[in-house]
């Protein structure tokens, strides 16, 4: 257990709908960061937030969305949801101590199902 | 860009045996970290081992160890006493130093024979 955790687990919804996935990093860790790893790819980096502020963008569609709250938790949104956005969101935190020497921890990630 | 790259989709290894997975990576960064992460079937990402680029010793964790080479921009993992819950996909990651997102290779998938 990385102490990250994800919720939800699961989430099957239609195309063209909007769905939240939330992400609580682990206790002390004040960066959070949101991949998406399809079933043909590998994961692809979309955002990283540093206490509260966007630190870095990655492959994130603009459909897509992302804040930190002032308890260090994360939610991503997808809007408009399209049959290729089925995959699973995989969220991560680190301490972020500026070294750059930071170790992602990963949650256990939302299996995100578009039909 | 940083690129990373995982040429074995897939790798078997006998029970107790050893087998190395490769990784090569492409930068024009001098301090950077590299990671291997382990994703068993309930696909939970779990650090293996990381290497910093400015040491030259290779990093062990138990069974696991890595061959850095850094002026060939390689970094294989090797898996000593291979366990049957060893089974699982591994993925190559690339951080820099300043830098903030991981970039990580394609996976090789280790099947690990009784």
């Known amino acids: 257990d990385s102490g990250v955790t994800q919720t939800p687990k699961h989430l099957i919804t239609a195309t063209g709908q909007r769905v939240t996935l939330r992400c609580s990093p682990r206790?002390?860790?004040?960066?959070v960061y949101w991949y998406q790893q399809s079933l043909d790819q590998g994961l692809q980096f979309l955002i990283q937030?540093?206490?509260?502020?966007?630190?870095a963008k990655g492959n994130i569609l603009e459909r897509f969305s992302a804040q930190q709250f002032p308890d260090l938790h994360s939610e991503l949104n997808l809007s408009s949801l399209e049959l290729g956005d089925s995959a699973l969101y995989f969220c991560?935190?680190?301490?972020?101590?500026?070294?750059?020497?930071?170790?992602?921890?990963f949650g256990p990630g939302t299996r995100l199902t578009v039909l | 860009a940083q690129t990373v790259t995982q040429s074995q989709p897939e790798m078997s290894v006998q029970e107790a045996e050893t087998v190395t997975l490769s990784c090569t990576y492409d930068?024009?960064?001098?301090?950077?970290?590299l990671f291997w992460y382990k994703q068993p079937p309930s696909r939970q990402m779990i650090l293996v081992i990381r290497?910093?680029?400015?040491?030259?010793q290779n990093a062990t964790e138990n069974r696991f160890s890595v061959n850095f080479q850094k002026a060939a921009k390689s970094f294989s993992l090797k898996i000593s006493d291979s366990q049957l819950g060893d089974a699982a996909m591994y993925f190559c990651?690339?951080?820099?130093?300043?830098?903030?997102?991981?970039?990580f290779g394609t996976g090789t998938s280790l099947t690990v024979i009784p």
């Open positions: 991560a935190s680190s301490p972020q101590t500026g070294s750059g020497t930071d170790t992602q921890y």
């Open positions: 206790s002390g860790d004040l960066s």
């Open positions: 937030y540093y206490n509260g502020e966007e630190r």
């Open positions: 930068t024009s960064e001098s301090d950077y970290y």
């Open positions: 290497q910093e680029a400015y040491k030259q």
């Open positions: 990651a690339y951080r820099t130093n300043t830098g903030n997102q991981f970039y």
